[in-house]
């Protein structure tokens, strides 16, 4: 059974070149070659059989022969007659007359008739449905339109192996590279090899079991893995996922098999190999290589040993689209939680409104108590925000061209809102990393915050009077002692720094020709402003 057919090397010829090796021309090709060809291929002697054997099948594909069709082709109502056979050299003759000019030619032979019967092709008609469901996706396959192409293809009996020569021709030519890529060639074999075991299960009524059950549970086993990955196997590598950012492009179609993505494709699919390696989902994926492992044992049975290593594998097409499926979720993912705040890990989201906020507190003792005036309050913006993990957050300095990093401890980092958060910093020195967390230097608090603007951050030390009460209670004692005496001198330190950071995000904002009167911050200032009795700035 592994010698029962075999399909040719499928070559090209270009007009104005010299012919290829191996090929029945010699010099330069032009029309004439072409034309030559195909009166070559569609001799009628070739289609004759030996008289003695005239009586074998009478009326079947033996019986064929006293007919003049056995060129079949494209035009018309597919077979090509003795009266048609010069209009369509002429054809052939336009469509291949000028420099750069490309037909395409393979074989498809058989061992034996006998051969060719068990695929059911017993007359021409059956090696004519054959070309006829092969070339619309072989153009496919070769991105080029079955409507643009013109093919014909011959049966030749005369010889011991029965065989058909395909060829083909643009009307209008779009592709200018004749030959193919190695994944094109297996691609077409994987083709004709598909469509004649089809043929043969329809005609023969056989391997339907096979058919049925085994490519059922293929496609079950299939969806049932991919079903796993996205039950909480993606969430184990958000951080793998949130790193992507330092990575993929920013603008472009992320598709797994987009143009853009192929110089990314290796850290993706570094990814994929990591969950497909999870635990939890071994025995779908077990399941599943079993099903394409017992495919493709039932597709290679019938494939010849000279073309074994030229047929596409089943079961590397089949991991092929696993793993574009499984990277367009991984895309998927990473571009939601670009598009919206950046998920936390289970015991946390760090962007997540923290309570202080909620009760409209931007400023709370904890954060001011025991800096000593040493130290900034900074506010971080969401694009910064690269990774983190139950400890630290990983964060981009800004203006440093995405060469420079930092760790920031939760436990001092608070969300404000959707896209703002703050930190207090209390060291005087500061650990600076790369995109990789490799550390490069350290420098002072102050050299660090030079990165921030003026608006954006808060000097403790330039604030220490405030927090000493010796200006801003004084003052409001002053004021007081003509309207309550019992004034609370915490609540006084409160919102004078309230008010100066509503300064500061205010000046922010218009700075940056943001909407204020409809932006989400102005209003919670407000809210909170007129909850707290604090005058309108």
Same mark, same amino acid.
């Not at 090796?21 to 009166?39: A, H, M, P, Q």
């Not at 604030?463 to 010796?470: A, I, L, P």
């Given at each position: 059974m592994s010698k029962l057919f075999n399909i040719s090397k499928i070559?090209?010829?270009?007009?104005?070149?010299?012919?290829?090796?191996?090929?029945?021309?010699?010099?330069?090709?032009?029309?004439?070659?072409?034309?030559?060809?195909?009166?070559?291929?569609?001799?009628?002697?070739?289609?004759?059989?030996?008289?003695?054997?005239?009586?074998l099948h009478e009326g079947g594909y033996l019986g064929y022969v006293n007919k003049d069709e056995y060129t079949f082709t494209s035009e018309g109502d597919g077979w090509l007659r003795d009266e048609d056979k010069k209009e369509f050299e002429k054809t052939l003759a336009s469509l291949f007359n000028k420099d750069g000019d490309l037909w395409w030619e393979t074989i498809i032979s058989f061992s034996s008739e006998e051969a060719a019967m068990q695929f059911g092709l017993e007359e021409v008609e059956d090696y004519k449905m054959l070309i006829d469901r092969c070339m619309p996706k072989i153009c496919r396959a070769l991105k080029i339109n079955l409507n643009n192409v013109l093919w014909w293809a011959n049966r030749h009996v005369d010889t011991t192996h029965p065989h058909v020569h395909l060829n083909w021709i643009e009307k209008d030519k779009s592709r200018d590279r004749g030959k193919m890529t190695e994944a094109e060639l297996r691609r077409v074999k994987n083709i004709i090899v598909t469509e004649l075991l089809h043929i043969r299960e329809e005609s023969q009524d056989i391997d339907l079991e096979i058919k049925n059950k085994i490519f059922i549970q293929k496609d079950k086993a299939y969806h049932e893995l991919i079903k796993a990955v996205g039950n909480g196997v993606l969430e184990k590598n958000i951080n793998e996922i949130a790193d992507l950012h330092n990575v993929l492009p920013k603008t472009g179609r992320l598709s797994y098999n987009s143009y853009v993505m192929k110089p990314y494709k290796k850290v993706v699919d570094k990814i994929i190999g990591k969950i497909l390696n999870d635990c939890e989902i071994q025995n779908y994926l077990n399941e599943y290589m079993n099903m394409l492992n017992r495919i493709n044992d039932y597709q290679n049975q019938f494939f010849s040993k000279s073309g074994d290593n030229d047929i596409a594998n089943i079961k590397n097409a089949e991991m092929e689209k696993l793993y574009s499926r499984i990277g367009n979720m991984i895309l998927k993912d990473y571009r939601e939680k670009s598009s919206r705040e950046i998920k936390s890990s289970e015991k946390g989201d760090m962007f997540k409104f923290s309570d202080s906020v909620r009760n409209k507190k931007y400023y709370n003792d904890s954060s001011m108590a025991g800096s000593q005036g040493i130290g900034y309050i900074f506010t971080i913006n969401k694009k910064l925000l690269v990774s983190q993990d139950d400890d630290f957050i990983f964060v981009m300095i800004p203006r440093t061209h995405c060469k420079k990093y930092m760790y920031l401890d939760k436990k001092c980092y608070?969300?404000?809102? *959707?896209?703002?958060?703050? @930190?207090?910093?209390?060291?005087?020195?500061?650990?600076v990393y790369d995109q990789h967390g490799k550390m490069i230097e350290k420098i002072s608090v102050d050299d660090l915050m030079d990165y921030w603007d003026d608006k954006t951050k808060i000097n403790l030390k330039k604030?220490?009077?405030?927090?000493?009460?010796?200006s801003s209670i004084t003052r409001g004692r002053k004021r007081s002692s003509q309207t309550n005496s019992k004034i609370n001198c915490?609540?006084?330190?409160?919102? *004078?720094?309230?008010?100066? @950071?509503?300064?500061?995000?205010?000046?922010?904002?218009k700075l940056r020709n943001v909407y204020v009167s409809g932006s989400e911050q102005y209003k919670e200032l407000r809210e909170w402003e007129r909850a707290n009795g604090i005058r309108q700035i």
């Open positions: 070559r090209f010829f270009e007009y104005g070149k010299p012919a290829p090796e191996g090929s029945r021309f010699k010099g330069i090709l032009d029309e004439t070659s072409l034309v030559g060809y195909s009166r070559y291929t569609g001799d009628e002697k070739k289609n004759d059989r030996n008289r003695e054997l005239a009586t608070e969300q404000l809102n *959707k896209n703002t958060g703050k @930190y207090a910093i209390e060291t005087s020195e500061v650990a604030q220490s009077r405030v927090k000493d009460g010796t915490d609540t006084v330190k409160q919102k *004078k720094a309230v008010n100066d @950071y509503v300064k500061k995000v205010r000046r922010w904002m």
